[in-house]
């Protein structure tokens, strides 16, 4: 996927081309970038918009519609359309580093309790690509043992077979590391998840009813994660452990 890089200020805007999709999804997109480097952003807000609105997934597409909102100052929508697209491209440094410019910009200053154990690291690792992505590694992985062992099959010398065996199994082990790293990787996406806060100012309760006291409050921007939720209210933990109840309408959850 190519980048060309715009420098606004010093906010890094970069256009994705677009391969192999549909004429009218490649258009939308097209006419986004141009409208953005026209400076003219709802209107490339809404031609992004339009490219996802058939269920269309693009990290380009994600990242640089946060970029225009991130120009409106539209906070929110900038840091959620950032972590989607970190979600397809969780290993991109162009889009950590706006999605950071955009995080200096909310009001709550959240200390993060650090993680530490076996379980952390497996999760941190599965993390490093996307579900997508392992899937590849696994399909690569196979077809190189593939390779590898008809190299065995047809080797003329002992050290030939020797190689070609060694690298049969390094394949292996490649394949089946990944292959367990991508259904990990879909299993956490299925448990963990999170919200941004779209509110202005969202109470959060310690009960899900609206006579029920207050936690604390959180303000546009902030991320939380999702854990359980119900026709009117989610119950969401934030960053440093605390947990309440905000009304739904007061979030955006990242799916």
Request: with cysteine.
């Amino acid at each position: 996927m190519k980048h060309i890089s715009l420098i606004f200020v010093w906010l890094c805007f970069v256009s994705h081309a677009i391969a192999a999709t549909p004429a009218e999804l490649k258009k939308w997109v097209e006419q986004g970038n141009a409208f953005y480097q026209q400076e003219k952003y709802e209107d490339a807000i809404d031609a992004y918009q339009k490219a996802l609105h058939s269920d269309y997934q693009s990290a380009a597409v994600y990242f640089n519609l946060g970029n225009a909102y991130y120009k409106l100052r539209d906070i929110a929508p900038a840091i959620y359309n950032y972590e989607k697209a970190l979600q397809l491209s969780p290993n991109d440094a162009e889009i950590k580093t706006n999605l950071k410019y955009a995080q200096q910009m909310t009001i709550d200053d959240i200390k993060v309790v650090p993680k530490v154990g076996f379980r952390e690291m497996i999760q941190n690792f599965v993390s490093i690509l996307s579900y997508n992505a392992w899937a590849w590694v696994s399909v690569v992985s196979f077809f190189a043992m593939l390779a590898f062992f008809i190299g065995y099959y047809f080797g003329h010398s002992s050290t030939q077979k020797r190689a070609f065996f060694s690298l049969f199994f390094v394949c292996f082990g490649v394949g089946a590391i990944s292959f367990f790293a991508g259904f990990k990787n879909k299993a956490l996406s299925k448990q963990n998840v999170y919200a941004i806060v779209f509110a202005d100012a969202a109470e959060v309760l310690s009960e899900p009813k609206k006579n029920a006291d207050e936690a604390f409050v959180l303000h546009e921007g902030t991320k939380v994660k999702v854990l359980e939720s119900n026709e009117t209210w989610t119950k969401i933990m934030i960053a440093d452990g605390k947990r309440g109840w905000v009304l739904d309408k007061d979030i955006k959850k990242l799916k």
